[in-house]
């Protein structure tokens, strides 16, 4: 509990300056490692990549836009298998040199667990500034996919260790690719539409977390990629549910909570896994570990750097031999662009859950769980503190693309509601196509207007339902009224606050 109160204070302190949580989660990690008596605690390794991968690639799969995605295909299967494979052979190489005795297997481990970026990092820092729109896309669906190419790396080097390793193995992890895509996409088809029959919003929130860890196990146990099998669940089951707001709110609450939780457990625990491996070692293999780790940081940073700017120019090249550009002109890749995608390079989660996944009996396991420590804490303090000043820096172009398509979504959804309003008769219709026909004018006011967020009304009513809060409050102080008879109106207020209806 002490533990999860200094999180959310370090939180607290990230949001204020701008920086990503994890990098502060990532140096309570390192206090825990080198904390006297810091307690012991054993983790099942086939539990970590479910307990902490799952909500995390719900999550993020659920708001995943397949628009971008196919836009800009191109840069992010780049990113997602090129960048992964090239990480992964370049720190293999590495970990071979510095330790000539670690299995094959081993190193290809390595260098897949500490392959794949994570954008909960980006994202923090991202959305203090406003960089171009195409840049988040891209960091966004990269570090969505390229969990998965890591992971089915990581699985095949785990297998291979085990001396399990044949032949039929490769063509079956390859086939397992479209077909955890088309099983999630399937599932995601049908079981949303089961959910939502449920009316009960705690028995409605325990079933999505159900199918989600369901899934994952479901999808492991027959050999198919869980990490595939979720994302394709979940960006499908986003386009098919059809929950109502009232569910829907407290859902998306839940599940933000559960991503910070999965957040703070993976740095704690993987704190607590470090403490009797830095235990275990003198103090010539403590400089040993600590020169690995190094190298496999400046390794990814570099690989990374070059993969991007290399093909960056190819993409430029290729524009030019063939007479024109396969993107859009307006976001041509350029040297910013370019720095900034590799300076996003920030490990996270997804590193220290396949860290402590990792078999107890596997070869160098202690080695290659601190050397995934070392380049997640690596990359969050040395890029994410200083992402924010580089992105400030360069001065990007400010893109405005998200708030021009939200405001046109406001104004037809808007238009479409008030011509449902067409033919109701009474004062209250009318006084509802008033409010609606009051921001509509705002819109054709001007041909770059669109409708406001908030009308005037909504300003009234949110002054109106304050001074109603503060009444009720006065009458349970008083006594006038008992705590049900308070929780029910206030209910009743907050739904008219949020703009929510129960039908």
């Known amino acids: 509990m002490a533990l999860l109160a200094l999180s959310l204070a370090l939180a607290a302190v990230s949001r204020r300056i701008g920086a990503p949580y994890p990098a502060f989660l990532a140096l309570l990690g390192v206090a825990l490692a080198v904390a006297p008596r810091a307690p012991h605690v054993e983790l099942d390794p086939e539990l970590a990549l479910a307990l902490f991968l799952a909500p995390v690639l719900v999550d993020a799969g659920f708001d995943m836009s397949i628009r971008d995605l196919k836009r800009d295909w ?34 290809i481990a390595l260098g897949a667990i500490v392959a794949p970026p994570d954008a909960v990092a980006a994202s923090a820092v991202l959305k203090h500034v406003a960089p171009p729109r195409r840049l988040v896309a891209i960091l966004e669906g990269e570090s969505l996919f390229n969990d998965a190419s890591a992971l089915v790396i990581f699985r095949a080097a785990v297998v291979a260790a085990a001396m399990s390793f044949s032949e039929s193995t490769i063509p079956m992890l390859a086939a397992s690719v479209p077909v955890s895509i088309a099983v999630g996409a399937g599932v995601g088809y049908l079981l949303p539409r089961l959910i939502s029959r449920i009316v009960d919003a705690p028995t409605s929130i325990i079933a999505q977390f159900v199918a989600a860890f369901g899934i994952w196990i479901a999808a492991e146990h027959v050999h198919l990629s869980g990490v595939l099998t979720l994302v394709a669940f979940a960006a499908t089951a986003s386009r098919v549910s059809q929950m109502p707001a009232r569910l829907r709110l407290p859902s998306f609450a839940v599940w933000e909570t559960v991503v910070f939780l999965a957040n703070v457990l993976a740095f704690v625990l993987i704190g607590l896994q470090l403490a009797p491996i830095l235990d275990d070692l003198t103090a010539e293999e403590r400089i040993g570990y600590l020169s690995v780790g190094s190298a496999v940081l400046a390794t990814i940073v570099a690989v990374r750097f070059g993969w991007v700017f290399l093909n960056g120019a190819g993409v430029v090249v290729y524009g030019r031999l063939r007479g024109f550009s396969p993107i859009n002109p307006a976001v041509r890749p350029n040297w910013r662009s370019g720095l900034v995608v590799s300076w996003c390079g920030m490990r996270g989660i997804v590193t220290l859950a396949a860290a402590l996944s990792l078999p107890n009996a596997f070869p160098f396991r202690n080695l290659v769980v601190f050397c995934a420590f070392f380049v997640v804490l690596g990359t969050l303090v040395l890029q994410g503190f200083t992402l924010g000043p580089l992105l400030r820096a360069l001065d990007l172009p400010e893109d405005r693309q998200f708030d ?33 026909e009051g921001l509509l004018a705002v819109a054709d006011a001007d041909p770059d207007a669109y409708a406001p967020a908030v009308s005037k009304e909504d300003r009234l009513r949110e002054r109106a339902i304050s ?12 006594g006038e009224i008992g705590d049900d008879a308070f929780h029910r109106i206030e209910e009743e207020l907050d739904r008219s606050e949020i703009g929510v209806i129960e039908l």
């Open 74 to 107: 191109i840069a992010v299967t780049s990113l997602v298998v090129g960048a992964v494979i090239a990480t992964t052979i370049a720190v293999a190489f590495v970990a071979r040199w510095f330790e000539p005795g670690m299995p094959w297997p081993a190193a």
């Open 467 to 478: 001074a109603a809060r503060q009444r009720l409050d006065e009458l349970r102080r008083n």
């Open 404 to 436: 021009v398509e939200s405001g046109f979504a406001r104004t037809e959804a808007i238009r479409a509601a008030l011509a449902s309003l067409q033919g109701k008769d009474g004062e209250a219709s009318a006084r509802v196509r008033a409010e609606y």
